[in-house]
């Protein structure tokens, strides 16, 4: 650390100078190179296990704005010498936050519909894989907390995408 400092000071680069690699600039090419990383017979798996980590994303997603919500409509009232447009602000500045995690899931949720079609296009026709991940978290909404749901049991979450191989957020149902 220090002798990357010593040498800025005079003006050269230090040896340790982050690598200039070209970096992916789309979801879509971070994904293949992903994919091209992964052993040809684990990318299903991979695949799979990366469907439902982003899954997890949208539980945090989903948890951090009910918690923003009731925060912001009952924690209020117990902040102590609170004025009337101070709490209109915090109210304000909770609105922008939950827009910026709405934003967030629904790249999340993007990202969870490109994982899908390369999962379908991987997938050997009528093959049912055996996949490692056997749990998937989800938000509960009734009791205001994160759980684990089987993926052998569909229907456990009603929002949890139990079938990774074809996952359309605008899909009517």
């Not at 010593?6 to 982050?18: L, N, P, V």
């Not at 629904?106 to 519909?113: D, G, N, P, S, Y």
């Not at 999962?119 to 056997?134: I, V």
Request: charged share 30%.
């Amino acid at each position: 650390m220090l002798e990357n400092l010593d040498e800025r000071r005079r003006g050269g680069r230090s040896s340790r100078a982050m690598p200039t690699s070209q970096e992916p600039q789309t979801l879509a090419e971070s994904l293949e190179e992903y994919i091209r990383a992964v052993p040809e017979k684990d990318r299903l798996d991979a695949l799979h296990r990366l469907f439902y980590g982003f899954y997890s994303r949208i539980a945090i997603v989903d948890r951090t704005t009910y918690e923003l919500a009731r925060w912001a409509k009952e924690d209020l009232g117990d902040v102590p010498d609170l004025s009337p447009s101070l709490a209109e602000a915090l109210r304000d500045n909770a609105l922008h936050v939950g827009r910026d995690l709405f934003a967030s899931r629904m790249q999340t949720m993007t990202a969870l519909r490109l994982i899908s079609g390369r999962l379908a296009d991987l997938r050997p026709p009528g093959a049912n894989p055996a996949f490692t991940q056997r749990y998937a978290v989800a938000f509960d909404e009734d009791c205001g907390k994160l759980r684990t749901y089987d993926l052998a049991k569909p229907g456990e979450h009603p929002d949890l995408p139990y079938d990774p191989f074809n996952y359309d957020p605008a899909a009517e149902e």
